[in-house]
């Protein structure tokens, strides 16, 4: 089995931990304009009591706990993230974590007004259990989301790189037990868990070179790393470098890849 790069399967080194940790809080910062119009629609500011599964390192969660006046339960399956989420979120009152299986959730039916996941489909052994899991524990007439799922199908990128483009158009997320093209299974897995279902793409704007150059620094390590397991040399690696960090301080490059999201409301005879 493919060690699974977000999964409680794969116990990570401190430092790996602490990277992660680092890239789920960037994505949490510059994904939150796309995120926070998903919870408003979603009813997240009247709702009672909200379910955020697969939480990860809470950054995601503390955004939810912020908008709602409701009590926030996150759960992960994995110890190391749920210990960086209590501290995260120790000052937020109306949250509670728990470690725990997306596709098995320990709580009982029709228990939720609101449950969300954010970037966790993509990742889960089984999303088809995953999502009839959420549709199991929301309410009568509420509300399922999964925000922010990508599909690296649709990505477009110009100036291209014959070598380097294909791994960062799935390979590597593959490689590292992921499903890079999740986003457009979003309506079949919700249609099949019983939701009336919508979805939509959430990232209608493309960055600027100066976004892309951030963010490409700030996740420079998780980058190369992919490269280097991918097969490609060094010498490779620093010529696509510097060419890719050329074409965004020369304000030319285009950098797009769609996030898809589902809404599903359950309805009363589910
Ligand atoms: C990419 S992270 C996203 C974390 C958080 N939602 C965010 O957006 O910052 C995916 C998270 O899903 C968790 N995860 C993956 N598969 C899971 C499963 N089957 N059950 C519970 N958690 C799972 C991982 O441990 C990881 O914390």
């Known amino acids: 089995m493919k060690s699974k790069e977000n999964s409680e399967f794969h116990k990570r080194s401190k430092d790996e931990l602490n990277n992660f940790i680092k890239k789920l809080e960037l994505q949490a910062l510059e994904t939150a304009e796309e995120r926070i119009p998903l919870y408003l629609k979603v009813g997240l500011k009247d709702a009672e009591s909200i379910l955020d599964v697969g939480c990860g390192s809470g950054t ?34 109306n949250v509670e974590l728990h470690v725990g299986g ?48 990508p599909d690296y199908g649709g990505k477009l990128h110009f100036p291209e790189n014959p070598k380097v483009d294909p791994i960062f158009a799935g390979k590597a997320i593959k490689e590292k037990g992921g499903d890079p ?45 992919a490269l280097k397991d991918a097969g490609v040399s060094e010498k490779e690696i620093d010529k696509w470098e510097y060419e890719y960090l050329k074409s965004l301080d020369e304000g030319v490059q285009l950098n797009f890849f769609p996030q898809f999201y589902a809404i599903g409301r359950k309805t009363e005879d589910l």
Not at 119 to 134: G, H, I, R, Y
């Open 102 to 149: 997306a596709e098995s959730l320990p709580f009982d039916d029709n228990m939720f007004d609101v449950v969300t996941c954010n970037l966790l489909l993509m990742w889960a052994d089984n999303p088809q259990q995953v999502v009839n899991e959420m549709a199991r524990v929301v309410k009568s007439g509420g509300k399922v989301l999964a925000s922010l799922e």
């Open 60 to 93: 995601v969660t503390r955004d939810i706990a912020r908008l709602t006046k409701g009590k926030v339960v996150g759960i992960d399956g994995s110890e190391d993230m749920i210990k960086v989420a209590r501290d995260i979120l120790k000052d937020y009152k």
């Open 181 to 225: 093209h999740i986003g457009r299974k979003l309506r079949l897995l919700f249609v099949r868990a019983g939701l009336e279902t919508k979805i939509g793409i959430g990232n209608n704007r493309i960055w600027s070179c100066e976004e892309n150059k951030s963010y490409y620094l700030h996740a420079r390590d998780f980058y190369v790393k």
